[in-house]
């Protein structure tokens, strides 16, 4: 028998009714208290996953559900755009005590943590993105009977490896137990369901696809203001042309910026009359290492750096290509956002997210992953025919909102939680 609390049937939608009506006396109402729901992920820094939790804390519907917040670390550039009404506690705070070293000592004292606080708080269920956090709050939530919802946010067989640091092995097999046990698994991708399924020994068909969702209004809205970079606005040194192109995420070796560089700098040789700017958006451990490639390969002028921006849909809006060169994605939230925005896309067609946005190019020119040449050649041809890439991102805008709105993944979202919870006290 399967453990999974809610199976990848189609989902009926429940309307939670205020009051309900005691069968054994028709004429007594009680009131049905909101679902308490605790949100948990490491910090609030300027990841997808990160975007997601946000996302959903402020759209969640207040007159069915309680939304709280529990983070490893309380930081983060996002953590200013948590709705007031959200309690957040932090790990880091709760638990003052000095780092341990013994082997596991820092885990377990998380976990005793986040059962405690779900313990001080009533939670009726706890939601949890990305693996490491699910190593934390599923645990927490299993021990003391509470369902959990727990969401892969990319592939494991490519994804894991470069995240888990020491001891993968244990970590997996804890994660294995983990899943079979909850509530729901859900993944950001259908690709990244069966592949979850796979690398943990999941039974076929048990994670359910639960797609990203973009905020259509705001995007948009964050869009009209201008992108304030004298680099970036100003025109090509005469009588060239300028194309701009842009890209957005952690500065890491996964995100694949190095191949775009080097792919810049063979156009660079390749296009005398085209002043090319690349706009890199973002932090990470990698920055360093990109900034001393972009300077031996004499690109000052033409890439940025431009670290992590709040106005990013701007960036997006005002470029001629938006370009993500990832070596591995789950559903990129900067791809969809960018697609929002009517700008052309182009993608390397890496596991597993990327092609399923673009239904195989057909609102994108996809790529083949880790290839400069496939990269520079796939550039190339957009660059050459704009108005065909334009044709392209105008059908990338309507699949953007009639499949990955915000309004379509919260309503979803919601709907998942209540089943989780209504099957529990069933």
């Known amino acids: 028998m399967p453990k999974y609390g809610v199976q990848p049937t189609p989902l009926v939608r429940y309307d939670l009714e205020l009051t309900v009506t005691n069968s054994s006396n028709p004429g007594a109402a009680k009131i049905v208290s909101r679902i308490r729901v605790v949100f948990s992920i490491g910090a609030l820094h300027g990841g997808g996953s990160e975007r997601q939790i946000v996302s959903a804390l402020t759209h969640l519907d207040r007159d069915r559900f309680e939304p709280y917040l529990y983070v490893v670390y309380r930081s983060g550039p996002l953590l200013s755009l948590i709705p007031e009404d959200v309690p957040i506690a932090a790990f880091e705070e709760r638990d003052s005590r000095a780092p341990t070293r013994i082997f596991g000592g820092m885990h377990r004292r998380r976990v005793q943590d986040m059962r405690r606080y779900l313990q001080e708080i009533r939670a009726d269920v706890c939601y949890d993105r990305t693996f490491l956090m699910t190593l934390v709050s599923a645990d927490a939530a299993q021990s003391l009977n509470i369902p959990n919802i727990s969401t892969v946010v990319t592939n494991p067989s490519t994804g894991f490896a470069p995240v888990a640091g020491r001891f993968r092995w244990l970590k997996k097999r804890s994660l294995r137990r983990l899943y079979r046990s909850s509530a729901c698994v859900l993944a950001v991708s259908n690709g990244a369901a069966r592949g979850a399924e796979q690398f943990y020994?999941?039974?076929?068909?048990?994670?359910?696809?639960?797609?990203?969702?973009?905020?259509?209004?705001?995007?948009?809205?964050?869009?009209?203001?201008?992108?304030?970079?004298?680099?970036?606005?100003?025109?090509?040194?005469?009588?060239?042309?300028?194309?701009?192109?842009?890209?957005?995420?952690?500065?890491?070796?996964?995100?694949?910026?190095?191949?775009?560089?080097?792919?810049?700098?063979?156009?660079?040789?390749?296009?005398?009359?085209?002043?090319?700017?690349?706009?890199?958006?973002?932090?990470?451990?990698?920055?360093?290492?990109l900034q001393n490639q972009i300077d031996s390969a004499k690109l000052g002028d033409n890439v940025r750096l431009a670290g992590f921006q709040n106005n990013a849909a701007a960036w997006y809006r005002s470029a001629d290509v938006f370009v993500l060169p990832s070596l591995v994605e789950g559903m990129p939230n900067v791809l969809l956002e960018a697609m929002a925005l009517g700008t052309p896309v182009i993608s390397s067609r890496c596991p597993y997210g990327p092609e399923e946005i673009l239904e195989n190019g057909m609102h994108g020119a996809?790529?083949?992953?880790?290839?400069?040449?496939?990269?520079?050649?796939?550039?190339?041809?957009?660059?050459?025919?704009?108005?065909?890439?334009?044709?392209?991102?105008?059908?990338?805008?309507?699949?953007?909102e009639s499949v990955f709105s915000q309004d379509v993944a919260v309503r979803r979202l919601e709907n998942i939680i209540f089943q989780v919870v209504h099957r529990k006290g069933s």
């Open 201 to 289: 020994g999941l039974e076929t068909n048990s994670v359910i696809t639960q797609y990203n969702g973009v905020d259509l209004t705001a995007i948009r809205s964050a869009a009209t203001e201008s992108v304030d970079s004298t680099w970036w606005n100003a025109p090509a040194p005469h009588p060239k042309r300028v194309i701009r192109i842009v890209s957005a995420g952690r500065l890491n070796h996964e995100k694949g910026f190095h191949l775009l560089i080097s792919a810049l700098a063979q156009l660079k040789r390749e296009w005398s009359d085209t002043h090319l700017r690349l706009a890199l958006l973002g932090e990470g451990n990698h920055r360093l290492q």
């Open 366 to 400: 996809l790529c083949e992953p880790d290839s400069v040449t496939g990269l520079t050649s796939t550039i190339r041809d957009v660059v050459l025919d704009l108005p065909a890439a334009e044709k392209r991102a105008a059908s990338a805008t309507s699949r953007v």
